[in-house]
């Protein structure tokens, strides 16, 4: 792993073991279902995902946090993200829009009508308190108009497009129950679990705390946070691929083969006595040979132990078809993993993203400091 990508995997390790027990691994699960993973993701995937997105946002908050000092303000407000997210304008007018929805729902809410909602896009009342608050604070810093011009700006989102025509390919081959789980899996954000949010990123031993509207943008870059590291490890899983005919399929990064065969609980910090699923070929038991009848028909005096007792040979058979059962069980548990994200994916994404040269290096960052590249701004 490259020097500038160290930085941000070893503080992963150092955030994981000093963390508390409040954990969003199984949320995670669902997002990565809803953003195009498997149906059931990986645990070690989703454990890798939480420990960069919290490692992400505890930085993100320390950067907020000095924002905040300079300004001489005693809490991180909405104004001081803003102000570290100027440098990305794609990522900034998504969150702009994010910002409008929240007041456009917050109407709604209310029970103002429809028409007065289009009419009063851009006022500057209460109710549209979030998109006020920005509008004024990008209009103290803009100095050549670039920042204002977003408000006004109906570009489509690329980003959002292709995540909206992956879901669209994704639901296609499912029945009814998956639709609704797939549906479920969608409406979960962080903002709906706030307090146990602002205990993931143990926001009250902080000496300046964030404020409610610092906390919804917040909760929104973690789910971005989330969803970017999905898209960019679709990528990589999808060139990691082997295809037939393809002269370059060969090609495989150095460092992808490095994490893929390495050890996964060291390589994500954790005790090598984990255990591993019940349903596994390392957990299922190999099959014990079965005298034939025959043999046991030419030596009455030496009976298979199988054949005394209750069971007989219907005991024998019983055993078989278990063992058949736990077969299929491993054989379709390894067809989900190999279909779900792994581990190495995450990790390789994550070491393209930090390049500034390479296939991911349009969508690197434009803010970094100490080797940390930021996914959400």
């Known amino acids: 792993m490259s020097s500038t990508v160290a930085s941000p995997m070893s503080a992963v390790a150092s955030s994981s073991s000093g963390r508390k027990s409040t954990s969003f691994t199984l949320e995670l699960q669902s997002m990565m279902f809803s953003l195009g993973d498997a149906r059931r993701p990986l645990h070690e995937t989703a454990i890798l995902v939480e420990d960069i997105v919290h490692t992400q946002l505890i930085n993100l908050l320390q950067q907020a946090a000095e924002v905040s000092q300079m300004r001489g303000a005693r809490v991180i407000s909405a104004e001081d993200l803003l102000f570290l997210m100027r440098k990305d304008k794609k990522k900034l007018r998504r969150l702009l829009k994010y910002m409008f929805f929240r007041d456009y729902k917050s109407k709604i809410v209310k029970g103002i009508e429809e028409d ?49 025509e992956r879901a669209e390919r994704q639901t296609r081959a499912m029945d009814s129950v998956q639709y609704a789980e797939f549906c479920e899996s969608r409406q979960l954000s962080f903002s709906k679990k706030a307090s146990k949010f602002r205990d993931w990123l143990d926001c009250s031993s902080m000496e300046i705390k964030p404020n409610a509207v610092a906390m919804e943008i917040l909760a929104y870059l973690a ?155």
């Open 223 to 377: 789910y971005e946070t989330v969803a970017q590291l999905v898209d960019l490890a679709l990528l990589v899983k999808q060139d990691m691929t082997p295809k037939a005919g393809d002269p370059f399929s060969h090609a495989i990064s150095a460092t992808f083969i490095q994490y893929h065969n390495s050890t996964e609980p060291h390589l994500l910090g954790q005790s090598t006595g984990v255990k591993t699923s019940l349903d596994s070929p390392e957990n299922t038991p190999p099959p014990t040979p079965t005298p034939p009848a025959s043999a046991g028909q030419q030596h009455l005096g030496k009976t298979p132990s199988g054949a005394l007792g209750n069971g007989g040979i219907g005991q024998d058979s019983t055993k078989s078809k278990q063992r058949k059962r736990k077969k299929s069980t491993a054989a379709c548990g390894m067809e989900a993993q190999s279909d779900a994200i792994q581990p190495s994916h995450i990790r390789e994404a994550i070491r393209r993203y930090g390049h500034k040269i390479g296939p991911l290096s349009p969508f690197t960052s434009a803010y970094r400091r100490n080797g940390m590249t930021f996914l959400a701004c």
């Open 116 to 164: 007065d909602l289009l009419e009063d896009k851009f006022n500057s009342n209460n109710t549209n308190k979030r998109q006020k608050l920005a509008q004024d604070f990008l209009n103290s810093i803009d100095q050549t108009g670039e920042l204002l011009a977003m408000f006004e700006d109906d570009e489509i989102d690329d980003v959002k497009q292709e995540r909206m």
